[in-house]
C-alpha cells in the first residue's frame, strides 16, 4: 500500500495560507462565487502536484537538472517565434486544450540547474564555476524579459542569485559581482519597454502622474493606511468595495487584505509567511548533500521574496512589476509552481538521509 509522505508543519502552513486566500478572494471578488470555486480547484490541483513530488528522491532532480532546464530554455525560444500573444505580451504556447507558459516552468528550472552546476565542483565556487552559473542565470532571465514580464525576471535571477550566495563566495567575488551588476544596468535599462521604465520612475514620485502610471499605488497606498490597526473589517474595505484598487483579486490583494484586517491582520499574516520560510530553512540546514541544500535554500528564500516584492510593490516601496501575493492571488499557474517547489521542499526532507554528494 503506497503511504504519502509529506512534512506535517510545512504542509499546515501552507493549508492555512491557502484558507486566508479564499476568504479575501471573496470580499477582494465583489462576493463572486464562481471565483471561490475556480481558486479551490486550483488550489487541489496545485496540493496534488506538491504531495506527488514530496514522493521524488532528490537524487532524481539531480539527475534531471539539465533536461528540466533545456526543455525550458527551448520553449522559451519557441515563445519568442510562435508564441501566444495577450495583453501585449507573448508569453504562453498554445497547446490546443490549453495555454503553458514556460518562464513558469524555469522558476523551478533555473535555481535546479544552478545548484546542479556548483556541486559539481568544490565549494565555494571558483571563478570559472560562477560564470557558468551566471550564464545558466542570465540566458533564460534575458528571454523572458523579452516577453515582457519582468516580474518572472527578476524572481528567477532572485532564486538563481540566493543559490549562489548560500554557495558561499569570497566578499571579493560579491565585490566584482555588484560591479558588474551596475555596469549591465544600463544594458537592461534598454530592454526594458516605455510602460516598465515609466513604473520604476513613477516609483519615487506617484503623484506626479496620479491617474495614469501613479494610480496603482496611491489607491493602494490609501488602502493600507486606512486599514488602521483593527482595519474595518472583513467585506467593509471602503477602497476595495468601490473597486478604487485594480487588480484588487490579483496583484494587489494585500491592500484589500490591510483594510480590512489592519496592522493586526497583516502582521498575523506576516508571521505565517515567516513560519513557511522558516520550516523551509530548517529543512535545508538539516540536509545533508549539497544539492538538495542549495536548492531548499533558495526554494524558501525565493517564496519569502516573492512576498517582500509584492507587498513592497503594493505599499509604493518597489516599482509595480507584476509579481502576485504567494498562495493569496487569484491564479493558477503561480500557485502550481509555488507548490511544485514545496512538493520538492518536501520531498528533500522526506529522503535527506538517502544522498552523500
Not at 172 to 179: E, F, H
Not at 201 to 222: C, E, N, R, V
Request: aromatic share 12%; charged share 10%; net charge positive.
Amino acid at each position: 500500500m503506497l503511504r504519502l509522505k509529506f512534512d506535517l508543519p510545512l504542509l499546515m502552513g501552507l493549508l492555512i495560507l491557502c484558507a486566508v486566500s479564499l476568504v479575501i478572494l471573496y470580499s477582494a471578488g465583489g462576493e463572486n462565487q464562481r471565483l471561490i470555486v475556480n481558486q479551490s480547484i486550483r488550489m487541489f490541483v496545485a496540493i496534488i502536484v506538491m504531495l506527488a513530488l514530496a514522493q521524488v528522491r532528490p537524487d532524481s532532480w539531480f539527475r534531471w537538472s539539465p533536461y528540466i532546464f533545456g526543455a525550458g530554455l527551448i520553449m522559451l525560444g519557441l515563445v519568442l517565434v510562435i508564441g501566444y500573444t495577450g495583453k501585449g505580451a507573448q508569453r504562453w504556447l498554445d497547446l490546443g486544450l490549453f495555454r503553458f507558459q514556460p518562464s513558469e516552468l524555469m522558476k523551478l528550472g533555473v535555481p535546479m540547474m544552478v545548484a546542479w552546476v556548483l556541486t559539481r565542483k568544490p565549494l565555494p565556487p571558483q571563478s570559472g564555476t560562477l560564470v557558468l552559473a551566471a550564464a545558466v542565470l542570465l540566458i533564460p532571465a534575458g528571454l523572458i524579459l523579452k516577453q515582457p514580464d519582468l516580474g518572472t525576471t527578476i524572481m528567477i535571477l532572485a532564486s538563481g542569485t540566493l543559490i549562489i550566495f548560500l554557495a558561499g563566495f569570497a566578499w571579493r567575488s560579491i565585490g566584482v559581482l555588484m560591479l558588474l551588476g551596475a555596469i549591465a544596468a544600463p544594458f537592461f535599462w534598454t530592454m526594458l519597454h516605455d510602460y516598465q521604465q515609466q513604473r520604476i520612475l513613477t516609483l519615487f514620485d506617484p503623484w506626479s502622474d496620479p491617474l495614469g502610471a501613479g494610480y496603482h499605488s496611491i489607491q493602494s497606498m490609501i488602502a493600507i493606511g486606512s486599514g488602521g490597526a483593527q482595519g474595518k473589517g472583513w467585506l467593509n474595505g471602503s477602497q476595495s468595495q468601490l473597486e478604487f484598487i485594480p487588480e484588487r483579486h490579483t496583484d494587489f490583494i494585500f491592500s484589500v487584505f490591510s483594510e480590512e484586517f489592519g496592522f493586526i491582520g497583516v502582521l498575523m499574516l506576516f508571521l505565517l509567511y515567516v513560519g513557511i520560510t522558516a520550516r523551509g530553512l530548517y529543512i535545508a540546514y538539516y540536509t545533508k548533500d549539497t544539492y538538495s541544500r542549495l536548492l531548499a535554500g533558495s526554494l524558501s528564500m525565493t517564496f519569502f521574496f516573492y512576498v517582500f516584492v509584492n507587498i513592497g510593490m503594493v505599499a509604493g516601496m518597489l516599482p509595480v512589476v507584476g509579481v502576485p501575493l504567494p498562495l493569496i492571488s487569484y491564479g493558477g499557474t503561480s500557485m502550481v509552481t509555488l507548490m511544485a517547489g514545496f512538493g520538492i521542499l518536501m520531498g528533500i526532507h522526506n529522503h535527506r538521509s538517502l544522498m552523500s554528494r
